[in-house]
């Protein structure tokens, strides 16, 4: 019987995507194969905040919680290497994916707009998707997203099929073909 694989992260790695690609349940099966830390921007905010993002916007705005949010991606992205899932908007900005590319590799999981949808139709945790048509909002973001998280390092495709444990394996695989992030070890 062989010994189990063993990776070395030589990097963070940034999941980016839309609100339901799995960011989160994702990463923290993959940060648990790979045995390293599991970090989230969004929550990482709501900590230092001592408040949620909602509360931040409504009583801050969304310029002002963007900069905390590009100051908590600097900080992670300067600890120990991990997994971190960012908030959907994070990577929209060009000064987050200049320091995600500077010190991490960016993987975007590409979920396509009818998984999405099946996904966060039926959760009132997003914010974004409280209007009138939440169905056509979506759609509206996931239109102008798309070209921006075409430029992330890697991109994994999800499917409807694939469990969180292999999408995991999936995005495991993507970083193995990339010797300066991810290396097996002996």
Do not use: C
Request: proline share 3%.
């Amino acid at each position: 019987m062989s010994a189990p694989e063993q990776w070395k992260l030589k990097k963070t790695v940034v999941l980016v995507g839309m609100m339901g690609a799995g960011k989160t349940a994702v990463g923290k099966a993959l940060a648990a194969d790979l045995g390293v830390p599991f970090l989230d921007s969004d929550a990482e905010i709501e900590r230092a905040a001592a408040m949620s993002i909602a509360e931040i916007f409504a009583r801050d705005g969304e310029a002002f919680f963007r900069d905390r949010e590009t100051e908590v991606i600097d900080r992670l992205l300067e600890g120990e290497h991990g997994i971190l899932s960012t908030g959907g908007g994070a990577f929209l900005a060009e000064r987050n994916r200049k320091l995600i590319s500077d010190k991490g590799v960016s993987v975007w999981l590409k979920a396509d707009l009818q998984l999405l949808w099946n996904r966060v139709k039926h959760k009132n945790t997003r914010p974004l998707l409280r209007t009138v048509d939440p169905y056509a909002t979506l759609r509206e973001i996931y239109e102008a997203r798309v070209p921006i998280y075409g430029m992330a390092d890697l991109s994994v495709e999800a499917r409807p099929e694939y469990s969180i444990e292999a999408m995991a394996e999936k995005v495991r695989e993507a970083l193995a073909g990339r010797a300066d992030v991810l290396e097996m070890v002996k």
